[in-house]
């Protein structure tokens, strides 16, 4: 049905929006804990920069991205230099992008339930002898973890569907950097492309739904867990 | 031995106003020392910060000698490290967790050289057994506080801490938790600081008094003494204003259906009890249950006439046209409230000599100490 080059755009899709939760994840959590749990100076300054990327247009973050982890850039230069890694034009580089736009969707699921888990089941834990890092891990982690995996699916499924900061800071290479959205793109820009372009978008489209179907159905399942509902 | 010392102000807000705190003083170790005040008067703050959950902005707190909070030494041992089991008014159970996670979960922390109950004890003496696999969402009430005070328990507490753990349930649940309170006091000795604003449980608990109000201590010591102040009565209100009696069961009479008790000053006799004979009781002996005759009454129903002498006459905080007369039975204060006009139809005043009758049906409140 498709050709291996639309497979392996399906393919790395998926491989590069798993990769890009998975970066992001741990600190979108540390972030959401830290906006909503601590008042610290500079947090409304943290709390815009996260959510920058929801607001300034993909190309913008792509072309923030390209100064910043370029070869000659601040970051990508140290990170060429000393570790031999290369982030532009690079799988890697395109899960960063879509790391990053897709960063505010996760902080904002994460803190939206750690907002409705009760302090003072906090305070509870700790008057039983449970420690900060010891209470996260054992009450505050499980009760937002519906929050969590509900925020990370969407996320995957929000990157499948990056384009601007992909294609601007990784540019479109074939089973390097072209995911679907950009195999999408290049597919209308070649004569004939037309089936190739319908294929992938049927299949963009279904993947997109199933994500949002699938973190539906596993946050009610975890809340039902939790004996909230 | 409890040492509390606290001061801690919260500014006016544009939502409130501010709010001071000012409070000093020691509560028995073993023993129950109970906080009783009106909402707002401090005592649930006292408990967030003997727990470490609240830091006061100056103050010290020591139990049996151990500093846990000293602002001015710059000392103050975080929460978790101080073993102040809480039991907290909204229980607080974990709700991902089963009721035994929940029970073990502070058991686990515990240290290992820590001396207290067993799971099994707790389980046996609370009435868990049942409950054991199911989660927190699906218990009553009752059963909620009955799995925090266990949880709270087994974390081996130096110090149990119970903010208001009957003040959301109904009358039903709360005398079926206040025996267990008092089981867990008498069974295990663990030194409970209680904050309520309920008279019965300072009544049947409390070794130590503490009487708040705006954030000060209005007295504090035993109940005993702390009842029979005719100025501290209007926090008991109008209909409950009396002392507390720390009585012996000295006799059953089920013939009779009557019941002897002893207190230092005398004994009376009361409608039969099932405590055993040799238990101590603490009843409260409500001021509206007390009348007086100058003379010894003849031909009269009420079995108990004890002789005592007028010690304060004082007008009842509640009403212009009522009196609290302070009494001494031996080496007990008792009081009573009449109307102005019967103190002075019969001339009563300090010094003089009386009869105070008490009815044995009087005391179907308040239970075993």
């Known amino acids: ?229 | 031995m409890l040492e509390v010392t606290l001061r801690h102000a919260w500014p006016a807000t544009r939502d409130g106003e501010g709010f001071s705190l000012d409070v000093a003083f020691r509560g028995p170790t073993p023993g129950v020392t109970v906080l009783f005040g009106p909402s707002g008067c401090g005592k649930s703050t006292i408990l967030s910060a003997i727990a470490g959950l609240l830091r006061p902005q100056s103050g010290r707190v020591a139990l049996d000698g151990q500093v846990l909070t000293d602002t001015a030494a710059r000392i103050f041992i975080p929460a978790e490290r101080r073993r102040c089991g809480v039991v907290f008014q909204d229980a607080r159970l974990f709700p991902h967790l089963s009721v035994e996670g929940n029970l073990r979960y502070g058991l686990r922390r515990a240290p290992r050289e820590a001396e207290g109950p067993s799971f099994e004890e707790v389980v046996a003496l609370l009435g868990l057994g049942r409950l054991l696999a199911r989660r927190p969402a699906g218990l009553s009430g009752g059963e909620r506080q009955r799995v925090a005070l266990g949880r709270a328990l087994l974390s081996r507490p130096r110090l149990l801490l119970m903010d208001e753990p009957l003040a959301s349930l109904d009358v039903p649940r709360r005398a079926e938790i206040l025996p267990l309170i008092e089981r867990v006091r008498d069974a295990f000795r663990v030194p409970i600081l209680h904050v309520t604003h309920a008279l019965e449980e300072v009544d049947r608990l409390a070794d130590t008094l503490v009487l708040l109000e705006g954030g000060r201590v209005l007295a504090a010591g035993p109940p005993e003494a702390l009842t029979a102040e005719p100025g501290l009565t209007l926090l008991a209100g109008r209909r409950d204003a009396g002392v507390v009696l720390r009585c012996l069961v000295a006799a059953h009479d089920p013939g009779r259906g009557l019941t002897r008790l002893d207190f230092a000053g005398g004994s009376l006799l009361v409608t039969l009890r099932p405590e055993p004979v040799g238990s101590t009781l603490r009843l409260r002996l409500r001021a509206r249950d007390v009348s007086l005759a100058t003379a010894p009454p003849e031909g009269l129903a009420t079995h108990n006439v004890l002789p005592a002498v007028v010690e304060g006459v004082a007008p009842a905080p509640f009403s212009p046209h009522e009196v609290l007369l302070r009494l001494r039975l031996g080496p007990t204060p008792v009081l009573a409230r009449l109307t102005r006009d019967a103190v002075g139809t019969l001339g009563l005043a300090p010094g003089q000599p009386v009869w105070a009758l008490v009815k044995s049906i009087a005391f179907d409140h308040g239970g075993p100490a």
Do not use: C, K
Not at chain 1, 153 to 171: K, Y
């Open chain 1, 1 to 229: 049905m498709l050709t291996p080059e639309e497979w392996q755009a399906v393919r790395l899709s998926l491989s590069v929006a798993l990769r890009s939760v998975a970066f992001s994840l741990p600190l979108a959590v540390a972030v959401a804990w830290l906006l909503s749990r601590r008042r610290f100076l500079g947090r409304p300054l943290l709390d815009a920069v996260v959510h920058l990327p929801l607001v300034i247009p993909p190309v913008v973050v792509g072309w923030g991205l390209l100064i910043l982890f370029g070869v000659q850039g601040p970051i990508g230069r140290p990170l060429h230099d000393w570790f031999g890694i290369r982030l532009v034009f690079s799988t890697a580089g395109a899960a960063l992008a879509t790391a990053v736009m897709t960063f505010p969707l996760i902080v904002r699921a994460v803190r939206l339930s750690l907002e409705g888990v009760d302090p003072g089941l906090e305070a509870a834990a700790r008057s039983l002898g449970a420690g900060p890092f010891d209470r996260f891990f054992t009450v505050t982690l499980p009760l937002i973890a519906p929050g969590i995996l509900s925020g990370a699916i969407i996320a995957f499924a929000a990157g499948l569907g990056e384009f601007g900061a992909i294609i601007t800071f990784a540019s479109n290479i074939p089973g390097e950097t072209q995911t679907l959205p950009l195999a999408i793109y290049a597919a209308t820009q070649t004569p004939g492309g037309e089936g190739t372009a319908a294929r992938l978008a049927a299949i963009s489209f279904t993947m997109a739904v199933a994500g949002l179907l699938l973190a539906e159905l596993v946050a009610r399942h975890l809340r039902r867990l939790l004996g909230r509902s």
